[in-house]
């Protein structure tokens, strides 16, 4: 019996394929030849639904996909047997993945591709809606296309929140022979993904995105600044680059337009700061990841001295959709200053950790509980770290803050990149506000004083007070010490540390006060 | 007293950041009082223009703001936070407040951490009394560090004391980066980096010891640093001083100006001095730190003489030496006549010294046997400015650079020769500006971190002209002449017959490439960017002036800029880069045997008539004999006493053997010198000279600058060099009667037009004064030809090259080229008496592997290096900066004899000796050479002085 090639969908997403999405590929690709069928097999990027990787999916009649997860290569022959090629049931089974109740909970305005197409086919971007955003913009100025960008109410999604319109603006309009634009993809943040399942699931948005911003502001070449612990998405952004010079997206000739714009990725060296936009300028060109002190603004004085977007891959990623469907069309999302949607990772003790892209607005408590399904321990939700490690710690009494940027700054909290790690009540609070002194000492450029040397005695004093010495003055000290820090550091690092430690303090006090472990006398 | 020998300590303003030159401004007020201050300043120098010292430790006003010490924060009506002073740009009706509660408790909190870490030995650390930590730590009213000592610290870290004149002393540091940041930003070397990060954050010279690290010494890490992390070891050893006296630097042409810092008459360290314009603020290796030869052991303290040669020196009174140096001269000149003497004039001594010495030969001796070292360095220069442009000077000040778009370099090695003015050349070449480097040798400028020559024109020795003939070649047949220029500035006739010459096809690159070497695509190349670029300056050194045809490449470089229209302009021109302090300054005061002050003929009767009535004297009106004349008449009898003042022509003037036959025929040689020198081998009266830190006085610098020198501390010999020559003249029966240099430069401005407005008290009002200084230029010249040439019309020269006869064949299959290095200094008399040898113990010789190989040489082989006047032993050295067939060395120690080698051609015009060029063999020896074993014998020989008399 003869069949049409049927195809199979493998996510070879890092987190995937750290959940052996190669090695379930390598079965399924094994027991076809073993039984003579004809499979041809697609690697996608995730839809962020970690918990169900290895998601194998399967195409049936009209292209309607059907979903197995979590697959292990041990469940692959069942699976064959159970007919799943022909979308026959299994415990595995999810149904249709875009109707899975956490996905139709979601708008995936940016990742809606992502885990669907072949992250480097030009043709499925296509299919997928892809390049319209980037048509439209080639038959506008680029003013016209910033004044799109600054109606959408996109702001940086890097963590600062800044107008990403009026950023470029001040770009375009800066005199200058060359200007550059620089993705950030130095996504350093523990317990955030999105930038990697993005760049590992739909380069190619990325790459749109980035050329519409050169194109407002009169950028021709471009530079994306990734992690080096990214390996497999720079090997994906290469790939997608050199499809998309290929198909003529990107050169010196866009789409035929005559315009030009051309992009490079480079590797970071390992060093979290890094990912603080003024330290991966000084980075990119080849020195000492340090922060430069800012004015002048990279904007005008940016990589190589001039006017520069630097911006998050999740910035980028946004605005094809954003000239695609127009600024209203993103800004109908979101709350007050806070428009269009936030890529929320989910992770730490939770029993559903993933991506999922939903409005601002939302409730924190509705990620952790109904995204998240509550702690994978099973115990309470004591603590909710959001915005990476120099985001607050929130009690269960905050947790019903919404997503946005003001209203997460007025309880002293930041939404950052879009981090939020999970804790169960086994956790020490004092003990994290130690990590985040440690944290910083470890990964300060060593630049300014608050930063360099205030992070080493943070650790010091944290250490005091929980060893119980002297713990009202060293308690003030912490406060004084917070003060500075926040107030007097050259960027964000040194100035974010004091805030996971003081919402602990703040909000968990009773940890700082534990009566010191006696010691056993001989 | 002068008004600028202020007492204590001089300390220049900081204002924390550089204030920008800009000629629009904005009002702000800062703490309640309004300042106006020119766009682009910084609120913390706003705040010091009003006297407000807003606490800082990281910025210093030579680097660029870096905001990492997070001391000088302030608050801003209508800004979040508490910006940092540095950082932030002063704006029109920025209303800002350095003083709150809040801005103290956070400066407090940043000093409580920087003294978390770090010693609390102030009492005995050698920053004691200068130190911003400490300075800081009482601004902000420090009590307590809560923090206590017990924590993570850097105490013991180690120290690095490999640098032989400083110390970097780890655990003092506060890791502001300021030596960094003046390593790339003031030095341009890039040696110093931070290693770590966060609270690993060091110092560090590239990972290994300061000593052999990239670190060239200029110290200017050492005046940016803080605290007591570098340190002067004089300081260490001696504390800090008490006074400063402001002087100028007595090594090269550069001519920094200098704080002496004393502790009563004794020296504690040499500090560049900000307000001073040649250097602003800058320094290298020499000046900095090599000023101990001044009271070296070595130093000749007493007059000594001798009757001949082969005795020992005897030592005697000043009265003794005198009497005896005048009465030999008188009986010389009595029996051999007015002629048979003469006198050498130094271009290390002052002007005023040098202008005495010309007078006494013209007045005293009657005769115009005068002559300077300049003769064997720049006299082309003199001679090719003058006739083109109608002025024996370079063009623009040192800071004309900072303004230039094209560089073009020939023939000089500023980052060893000139290294002040190279920092600031490679400013300007890392904010764009482009190179072209025209140089046998691919010295340090065509790569170096964040320099990259464009062009490297790597030519073989003695082509310059043809070279730039090619240059100018392409200029006027691609129509890249600045014809309207040329047309208003210049002899249309003379232009129109040289563009004739120079368009003919025997000077075109691809024509001249056989004799020079160099690509012509190359040349082309260069030639349209030194067109079009923009301002082009021409950068040049003795590798111009030391050849055959070193008067006809200067005025082949004045060609070229006049044809593009780069001379009067900022940014552009042509210019000399000066081998010695005073070279300038020794030319202008008449030390040629054909010219009096300010380049003067001596057969112009008007002139003479002025120096007849003024020195009260009948004056000769023929041009007296050049040092080589001197010579080659002493080997022929009729030339026979000799007064030369800190020179050494038996070490530096070419064919040191036709040198020494010429002293030992003559009777009676007076050498005045710091040091028993080789020509004082020869010497019958020693004279003890005076250094620059004991005398007044001024020189004058390659940019025409004239600077002041200023006595420190007594001269050790009891006289400074201008009352020996006083006495010595009075002795001969000329009367001189100065009581101080201040009144010989009174009558150096009386009778030279272009000092006319030069006094004493004017170069303490101004600090220098470039010359011509006159009553159309009352605060002097920074740029000269401006609107019109100092001749008139610019004059371009026909520049026929024509070869040296020094040329290669079987025998002498290789050229030698000469030159010098960044921590020596000409004959190496200063120099080689300080630590300064640690990096240059030995000249060698550099010879490009091909060449070593086909020899059989390997690096550090001894090698016979022969010429047909002589041969001398050295080490080799492999080096890729060579290119083949071309071999180099350096003239620093006596017992090379690099001059045994060079040979006795020399510019037509001038006689400057053709050190540049000298075919010659290189083959493994394992023996010295014979001049050299007669070198040490009479190394011993001709230098013993007699022992006093045991006392009873």
């Known amino acids: 019996m003869t069949r049409d090639m049927i195809r199979v969908f493998v996510p070879a997403d890092a987190a995937a394929l750290a959940l052996g999405a190669d090695r379930v590929a390598a079965a399924i690709e094994r027991e076809a030849a073993a039984r003579g069928l004809a499979v041809e097999l697609v690697r996608t990027g995730s839809r962020g639904m970690v918990w169900l990787e290895p998601l194998v999916e399967v195409e049936g009649a009209a292209g309607r996909r059907l979903g197995y997860g979590p697959v292990r290569p041990a469940d692959v022959a069942g699976l064959f047997d159970a007919g799943f090629l022909d979308g026959r049931d299994h415990s595995l089974a999810i149904g249709v993945p875009e109707q899975h109740p956490l996905q139709l909970l979601q708008t995936r305005l940016s990742f809606g591709r ?55 603006n001040t770009v375009r309009v800066t005199p200058a022979e060359q200007r550059y634009i620089v993705c950030n993809a130095d996504e350093g943040d523990s317990g955030t993904f999105a930038d990697r399942m993005l760049m590992e699931g739909d380069p190619l948005s990325l790459i749109e995105g980035m050329t519409i911003a050169g194109l407002a502001v009169n950028a021709t070449k471009g530079f994306i600044y990734c992690r080096s612990e990214y390996p497999h998405a720079f090997r994906t952004l290469e790939r997608a680059i050199a499809a998309a010079t290929q198909a003529g997206y990107l050169g010196s000739d866009i789409n035929g337009s005559g315009r030009r714009f051309t992009l490079e990725v480079r590797l970071g060296a390992g060093a979290y700061i890094c990912g603080e936009e003024t330290s991966l300028l000084e980075s990119l060109e080849g020195k000492r990841g340090v922060v430069r002190a800012k004015p002048p603004l990279p904007a005008i004085h940016g990589l190589f001295g001039k006017p520069t977007v630097v911006n998050n891959v999740l910035s980028f990623a946004a605005v094809p959709f954003i000239m695609a469907q127009g600024a209203k069309a993103y800004a109908a999302y979101g709350t007050g200053r806070s428009l269009g949607t936030l890529a929320v990772q989910l992770a730490g003790n939770v029993r559903r950790g993933g991506l999922f892209e939903i409005p601002f607005g939302t409730s924190l408590r509705v990620v952790v509980e109904e995204f998240g399904g509550g702690t994978a321990s099973g115990r309470p939700v004591r603590a909710v770290q959001v915005g990476g490690p120099l985001g607050a710690y929130f009690p269960d009494h905050l947790l019903d803050t919404p997503l946005d940027y003001e209203a997460f700054a007025a309880v002293k909290g930041l939404i950052g990149h879009g981090g939020v790690v999970v804790f169960d009540d086994t956790v020490d609070l004092a003990r994290q506000a130690r990590f985040a002194f440690e944290f910083c000492a470890g990964e300060s450029c060593g630049k300014c004083t608050p930063c360099r040397v205030g992070a080493v005695r943070g650790v010091e004093v944290v250490d005091r007070i929980v060893a119980g010495t002297e713990r009202e003055k060293n308690l003030n000290l912490l406060t004084d010490l917070c003060a500075l820090m926040a107030e007097a550091s050259l960027c964000a690092m040194g100035g974010l540390t004091p805030v996971p430690v003081m919402s602990a303090l703040t909000h968990f006090p009773e940890d700082f006060d534990r009566a010191p472990v006696a010691v056993a006398a001989e | 007293m002068n008004g600028a020998i202020a007492m204590g300590l001089i300390k220049e303003i900081d204002y924390g950041t550089p204030v920008p030159a800009g000629r629009r401004t904005i009002t702000l007020s800062i703490d309640g009082e309004p300042v106006t201050v020119p766009a682009g300043t910084s609120v913390m120098a706003a705040a010091m223009m009003l006297g407000t010292k807003i606490p800082k430790l990281c910025a210093t006003d030579s680097l660029e703001p870096f905001g990492s010490c997070r001391m000088c924060l302030v608050e801003i009506d209508g800004r979040r936070g508490t910006p940092a002073s540095c950082t932030t740009p002063a704006e029109e009706a920025m209303m800002v407040r350095t003083q709150s509660p809040k801005l103290a408790t956070l400066r407090r909190g940043v000093m409580e951490l920087y003294i978390s870490d770090h010693p609390l030995d102030c009492l005995t650390c050698s920053a004691n009394g200068d130190c ?132 009563g008459s004794t020296v504690v360290r040499m500090v560049p001095y900000k307000d001073g314009r040649a250097n602003e603020g800058h320094s290298c290796v020499k000046g900095r730190f090599a000023w101990g030869y ?108 900072d303004e230039s778009d094209v560089i073009l370099v020939i023939g000089a090695n500023p980052t060893d020769g000139h290294p002040v003015f190279a920092s600031r050349m490679k400013k300007r070449l890392r904010e764009g500006a482009k190179l072209i480097v025209a140089d046998p040798r691919r010295i340090d400028l065509v790569h170096s971190p964040h320099v990259q020559a464009a062009y490297h024109l790597p030519l073989l020795p003695g082509t310059n002209v043809a070279l ?80 055959s045809q070193g008067s006809t490449t200067v005025m082949a470089m004045a060609n070229l800029a006049m044809a593009t229209g780069n001379i009067g302009r900022p940014g552009a021109g042509v210019n000399p880069l000066r081998g010695q302090n005073n070279v300038q300054g020794s030319c202008d005061m008449g030390s040629f045997p054909h010219e009096y002050p300010g380049y003067r003929h001596v057969s112009d009767t008007d002139t003479r008539a002025l120096y007849e009535e003024i020195w009260g004297v009948a004056l000769a009106g023929e ?41 030992r025929a003559m009777e009676c040689i007076v050498i005045q010198d710091l040091f028993l020198n080789e020509t004082a081998k020869y010497a019958h009266v020693f004279l003890p000279g005076s250094s620059f830190l004991e005398k007044d006085g001024t020189f004058t610098n390659a940019e025409r600058r004239i600077g002041r020198v200023r006595k420190v501390m007594p001269a050790l010999g009891g006289l400074a060099d201008w009352e020996v020559t006083m006495a010595l003249s009075n002795a001969l029966g000329y009367q001189m009667d100065y009581a101080h240099p201040s009144q010989i430069m009174a009558e150096i401005a009386a009778t030279t037009p272009t000092f006319k407005g030069v006094s004493y008290a004017r170069l303490d009002e101004l600090g220098s004064i470039q010359w011509p200084c006159n009553d159309a230029a009352p ?29 290669t064949g079987p025998l002498f299959p290789l050229i030698l080229t000469t030159g010098r290095i960044l921590s020596q200094y000409n004959v190496g008399a200063q120099t080689r008496r300080t630590e300064n040898s640690q990096w240059h113990e030995e000249d060698v010789l550099e010879i490009h592997a091909v060449d070593a190989e086909s020899r059989g040489v390997v690096d550090g082989d001894l090698v016979r290096l022969e010429s047909r006047s002589g041969a001398v032993a ?79």
């Open chain 1, 114 to 168: 992502c885990g669907v197409i072949d992250p480097v086919s030009l043709a499925e971007y296509r299919a997928h809606g892809g390049f319209i955003g980037l048509d439209r913009a080639l038959a506008m100025d680029g003013q016209t296309i910033v004044e799109e960008v600054k109606l959408s109410g996109l702001r940086g999604r890097g963590g600062a929140g800044f107008p990403t319109g009026i950023k470029w």
């Open chain 2, 132 to 263: 911003e930590l400490q300075d800081m730590a009482g601004a902000v009213g420090l009590r307590d560090v809560r923090y206590g000592f017990a924590g993570a610290n850097h105490s013991k870290s180690p120290k690095d004391e490999t640098n032989p004149y400083f110390t970097f002393e780890a655990s003092k540091c506060i890791v502001c980066s300021r030596c960094v940041r003046a390593c790339e930003e003031t030095q341009g070397t890039f040696a110093l980096t931070i290693a770590g990060r966060g609270f690993d954050s060091k110092v560090s010279p590239g990972g290994m010891d300061f000593f052999g690290s990239e670190c060239v010494s200029c110290g200017a890490c050492v005046q940016a640093c803080p605290t007591a992390t570098l340190t002067e070891k004089s300081v260490i050893a001696m504390g800090q001083p008490e006074h400063s006296v402001v002087t100028t630097c007595a090594y090269c042409g550069v001519g920094c100006s200098f704080k002496a810092e004393m502790q």
């Open chain 2, 294 to 401: 001044a009271t070296h052991k070595d130093r000749i303290t007493k007059p000594m003489i001798r009757a001949a040669i082969t005795d020992p020196w005897r030592e005697v009174s000043w009265a003794e030496a005198i009497a005896h140096a005048a009465a030999e001269f008188k009986r010389i000149q009595a029996k051999y006549g007015r002629d048979s003497v003469g006198g050498i004039t130094s271009s290390r001594c002052t002007n005023e010294e040098t202008y005495l010495i010309q007078k006494l030969v013209r007045a005293a001796f009657g005769n115009n046997n005068v002559d300077t070292c300049a003769r064997v360095c720049h006299s082309p220069t003199g001679y090719g400015l003058m006739t083109t442009l109608g002025t024996s000077a370079g063009t623009q000040d040192f800071a004309s650079v």
């Open chain 2, 468 to 547: 730039i003939n090619a240059l100018a070649h392409v200029v006027v047949t691609e129509g890249l002449v600045a014809e309207d220029y040329v047309r208003e500035r210049c002899e249309w006739d003379a232009f129109d017959g040289w563009a004739r010459f120079i368009a003919e096809p025997r000077h075109a690159p691809e024509a001249t490439a056989k004799l020079t070497g160099v690509d012509p695509k190359d040349v082309r190349a260069a030639a349209r960017l030194y067109a079009t670029g923009g301002a082009a300056a021409i950068y040049y050194g003795l590798g111009v002036t030391e050849h």
């Open chain 2, 623 to 663: 041009p007296g004999r050049r040092i080589p004349n001197m010579l080659d008449d002493a080997v022929e009898g009729t030339f026979k006493g000799l007064y030369i003042q800190g020179e050494d022509i038996a070490q530096s003037d070419p064919d040191t053997q036709h040198v020494t036959a010429g002293l």
């Open chain 2, 779 to 807: 605060d002097g010249t920074p740029m000269m030809h401006v609107d019109r040439f100092v001749r008139g019309k610019g004059r371009f020269m026909l520049t026929e090259f024509i070869p040296t006869q020094e040329r």
């Open chain 2, 874 to 952: 050295l080490r080799a050295r492999i080096s890729e900066r060579m290119q083949p067939g071309v071999v180099y060395t350096t003239f620093h120690h006596p017992k090379t004899g690099a001059n045994v080698i060079t040979t006795d051609y020399t510019d037509w015009a001038t006689n400057c000796p053709e050190y540049k060029v000298t075919a010659v063999q290189v083959r493994k020896t394992n023996r010295v050479s014979d001049w050299q074993a007669r070198f040490f014998d009479e190394d011993i020989a001709l230098t013993r002085v007699a022992l006093p008399p045991a006392a009873e």
